[in-house]
């Protein structure tokens, strides 16, 4: 049967037919100006009171001119409003007073007495929110913090009285203007920040809200201010209460289909005159249905018989408007349908379950699950959720699915729980995995998840049965073929704050760029970005943890493992961590793409193919700890956590003869003790680069390199570039992009065999030439490069003691403080690698001249030359130095006094160590432990 609704378009004062000013204040403004006043001062009879009264300025006074009756009916005979002269008049009201509001409405009635000028104020605070004609043809709101107005292109004429408001919904995160009763324009915006913490602009009315002291030209009655946003209905509301018009639908009714024993529900939405009146009317009969009054229409329990046409009319004493005409569809129920069986899992004993039917046949289905015939206490829904399975649990599943017309049965689903073998298997159920992938399987295609469900799908050329990574357990790996073989699953990460995936991998030869290991596409996405890189990356901010390089060699099994951790990336391998990143929010996104292993699309939609063996990967929907990462690994190697010194580390001397040292770490590069060339030249202690090996040596970043002009040299030994990248072999690199980035500059070594130098302003290239002279004809041969940064300034490039090549800047250019400088390899991939021997290099806080240049190279390096301007020298005289820690995994710790044998002893963790630690001795006495 047909029933009442409880809900009414208009509710209170509006309903019983109030005035204006009592439609105003039911809504409770904080401020309400009406301007029936007889002097200075603009009375406001909102919830603030007097302390937000405003003050008549530079002559505007309460005049007669008003909406009144017999048009604006909602209104005294003896109205007045703010007569305003649109040249320095305006209403003064409160200091501040939208500070700290979210939600923000004005609303006024405005006469143009003729043009206006451009950034005429209406209402508004300038600076947070501003209201008015931005010219003559548009009325517009502006929130200043964000330059996203609403315009509303010439919404009235002169000399008529009209309705505006602007409603600033931070909840919604909305604004939106309305001209009488109605929305006239919206945009969205991008927080509730105002920008008004610290205003202390007056609020206006009528003059400079937007900050250019124009006044409005005209008349401007019942200022209003709330702090809340009206609906649009309200502020309909307002303006039909004193606006006598016929009823306009705001909302039209939506068709329903629905089955039998559901709820119907019609509704439309009118602005008008009140009252207003509603009558239902069903199959367009004109005969109205009896007693559905209001503005929504309620069916409950819906049969059949009630399919049809519904309209809705709505009058007043103005005129009678009737709605579109929708169709409302009651479908017979019938038996259920069951349209997906629950399936048949195995599970390891501690984890979960969950068993999902989906079935057609009405809205009012029930469920009743089953196991081995017999009813299970409370599993009345589409999914029955088992946690913590035990062997107890085994056995059929099964649901009856009922409506009013008959039950259905559905197929049993067979749930057979496994014990987890001993050791690495049972410590990752014991973590409670999201899924686990054993990789075990003996035959395909299936790789089964018995943690989750989301089995897997073998894919191309995947060779199973291979041996796998864990020490002392005869469990199988697969090895996938590097062009066609991966494994997809169901699985996505889609809106996981915190996820970790680890698993173990053995490389069987150098990786391609952007193999995956495992990962979602362009979600989070795990592997080789190239042969020398592991890299994580999180398409969602393009941040990236990069690990180089390789730590784990090829023919070798190595833990990999990725954790974010509500905004922070930590890459782990082997058990210990190897980079982190942090991230703007751990809010990473959502797609349709789905979690690969091996391949298959993790860095793009397709491809990405890893060649070697994966075994053991598990992904959970928390961030393990750096213990329980420790603990895997200890567990799946047999490798028991241990902490060796050796003494011996990466480390190479400055050897200047006073100020700050700069020691440079070495990444690869081979220290030789000697080095003759053809012409019989020979360097004592050096540095050999293997381009395909990307042998690079660093020196951290320092203010003592930052100079404006200066002097790099070295001695440089090379037969020609190889290996990949786009261009030439990096020498000095200290500019961390290519042009147009960052500031800075690189030398290097063209492959035609020319010295190349391109310095980058920051906005753009500022000085880029090459040398006439080349040096790939493996002799010895010294490089000098001096440079002033000044627009007016130059660089100059001497091969073997003589000026070669000189250019001005087009533009002046700096360092870039926080970039380290790389000799050898650059963290740009458009560079190769170099090939050859380094020696003897050094940087001057100074432009040595070409006497002090040609006395370096004559004297074979032997003079020391401005030794007081030398702010770095690497001469490579002894092999590289320090001490070096390894462990296996866990976190290094150290203390600089050991009590007794230790347990009072106060440890701090080495910030950002991993294994391999190296460090230059000091002197001190340090400590050193693990914890897990």
């Not at 085994?394 to 009856?400: F, K, Q, R």
């Not at 040595?848 to 240049?853: H, M, S």
Request: negative net charge; glycine residues 10%; hydrophobic residues 40%.
């Amino acid at each position: 049967m047909f029933c009442l609704s409880a809900s009414f378009l208009f509710l209170g004062a509006v309903v019983n037919g109030a005035d204006y000013p009592s439609t105003v204040l039911a809504d409770g403004p904080i401020a309400y100006w009406r301007f029936n006043d007889s002097g200075t001062v603009a009375t406001n009879i909102g919830s603030l009171g007097a302390a937000a009264d405003g003050t008549y300025t530079n002559g505007a006074v309460a005049g007669a001119e008003a909406p009144r009756p017999p048009q604006f009916t909602g209104f005294e005979a003896d109205n007045m409003a703010a007569q305003l002269d649109g040249v320095d008049d305006f209403v003064v009201g409160v200091r501040s007073l939208l500070n700290g509001l979210t939600n923000v409405t004005m609303s006024a009635w405005i006469r143009r007495a003729g043009a206006q000028r451009n950034r005429t104020g209406l209402l508004g605070q300038d600076n947070v929110i501003e209201f008015g004609y931005i010219d003559n043809n548009t009325l517009q709101a502006w929130v200043d913090n964000f330059q996203t107005p609403v315009n509303v292109i010439t919404p009235f004429p002169d000399l008529e009285w009209d309705h505006v408001a602007l409603v600033v919904n931070g909840d919604a995160l909305q604004m939106t203007t309305y001209t009488n009763g109605l929305a006239a324009g919206s945009a969205p915006l991008p927080s509730t920040n105002y920008n008004y913490l610290n205003n202390t602009n007056f609020f206006l009315i009528g003059g400079d809200t937007f900050g250019n002291g124009v006044s409005f030209n005209g008349q401007i009655d019942e200022a209003a201010v709330f702090d809340k946003a009206l609906s649009a209905e309200q502020i309909a509301a307002h303006y039909f209460s004193a606006a006598p018009s016929p009823p306009i639908i705001i909302r039209q009714p939506e068709p329903v289909t629905v089955f039998e024993g559901a709820t119907v529900q019609l509704s439309a939405a009118a602005v008008g005159s009140p009252v207003l009146q509603y009558q239902w009317l069903y199959f367009g009969d004109p005969a109205p249905l009896m007693n559905e009054t209001n503005a929504t229409l309620v069916i409950s329990n819906a049969m059949t018989s009630h399919t049809g046409s519904y309209s809705l009319l709505v009058s007043n004493e103005f005129g009678t408007v009737e709605s579109t005409v929708v169709d409302v569809i009651v479908n017979s129920t019938e038996p259920p349908i069951i349209t997906q069986q629950p399936v048949s899992a195995t599970r390891y004993a501690g984890l979960k379950v969950t068993f999902t039917v989906v079935a057609t046949g009405g809205s009012n289905l029930g469920y009743q699950w089953q196991t081995n015939d017999v009813n299970l206490p409370g599993a009345t829904n589409a999914m029955l959720m088992i946690t913590n399975v035990q062997a107890a649990n085994a056995g059929n599943y099964s649901v009856i699915v009922s409506n009013a017309a008959g039950v259905t049965p559905s197929d049993v689903a067979v749930l057979t729980v496994i014990m987890p073998p001993a050791g690495y298997a049972s410590a990752i159920v014991a973590g409670n995995p999201l899924a686990y992938w054993r990789l075990d399987e003996a035959i395909g295609p299936t790789a089964f998840d018995y943690a989750g469900g989301f089995d897997g799908t073998y894919n191309g050329t995947a060779s199973l049965g291979v041996p796998g990574a864990l020490a002392g357990d005869e469990n199988a790996a697969v090895q996938l073929d590097g062009a066609t073989a991966y494994v997809g699953t169901p699985l996505q990460l889609n809106n996981m704050p915190n996820v970790t995936m680890v698993g173990w991998i053995n490389r069987e030869v150098d990786q391609l760029a952007r193999t995956g290991l495992f990962g979602q596409n362009d979600l989070v996405e795990f592997g080789y970005i190239d042969n020398n890189t592991i890299q994580a990356w999180v398409d969602n901010f393009d941040t990236a943890v990069n690990v180089s390089p390789n730590p784990i060699p090829n023919q070798q099994w190595g833990q990999v493992a990725l954790v974010l951790n509500s905004g922070t990336a930590i890459v782990y391998v082997n058990g210990s961590p190897a980079g982190m990143a942090t991230l703007p929010s751990a809010n990473y996104g959502s797609n349709g793409f789905l979690f690969n292993i091996g391949g298959g699309g993790v860095f793009d939609a397709t491809g990405n193919y890893f060649n070697g063996r994966i075994d053991e990967v598990a992904v959970y929907n928390r961030a393990l700890t750096a213990n329980e990462i420790c603990s895997l690994y200890t567990l799946g190697s047999g490798i028991q956590p241990s902490l060796q010194i050796e003494r011996s580390g990466p480390f190479l001397l400055d050897t200047k003869p006073s100020g700050t040292p700069h020691p440079a770490r070495n990444f690869g590069a081979e220290w030789v003790a000697s080095s003759m060339d053809n012409n019989f030249v020979t360097r004592e202690g050096l540095m050999t680069f293997a381009a395909s090996e990307f042998d690079q040596i660093a020196v951290p970043p320092h203010t003592d390199f930052d100079t404006t002009s200066g002097t790099i040299m070295f001695w440089v030994r090379s037969a020609g570039t190889t290996g990949g990248g786009d261009f030439g072999a990096m020498l000095f690199d200290r500019r961390p992009t290519n042009p147009g980035g960052p500031p800075g500059d690189v030398i290097v070594q063209t492959d035609s065999g020319a010295i190349f130098v391109q310095a980058a302003s920051g906005t753009g290239g500022a000085n880029s030439f090459q040398t006439t002279r080349t040096i790939n004809d493996d002799l010895w041969h010294h490089i000098t490069y001096v440079y002033d940064q000044s627009a007016t300034g130059s660089i100059s490039l001497y091969i073997d003691g003589m000026l070669d090549a000189s250019q001005t800047n087009s533009t002046a250019w700096s360092w870039t403080p926080s970039q380290q400088i790389e000799l050898g390899r650059s963290h740009d991939p458009f560079w190769r690698a170099f090939n050859g021997s380094m020696d003897d290099v050094r940087i001057y806080n100074t432009m040595l001249t070409a006497a002090q240049i040609d006395e370096v190279y004559t004297g074979e390096s032997g003079g020391l030359v401005a030794p007081a301007s030398m702010v770095l020298r690497l001469n490579f005289d002894a092999a590289p130095a320090g001490l070096t820690l390894r462990w296996t995994c866990g976190i290094l710790q150290e203390a600089t006094t050991l009590v007794g044998s230790g347990p009072g002893t106060m440890w701090t963790d080495v910030a950002g160590a991993t294994t391999p630690h190296s460090f230059l001795p000091t002197g001190q006495t340090r400590f050193f432990r693990l914890r897990q």
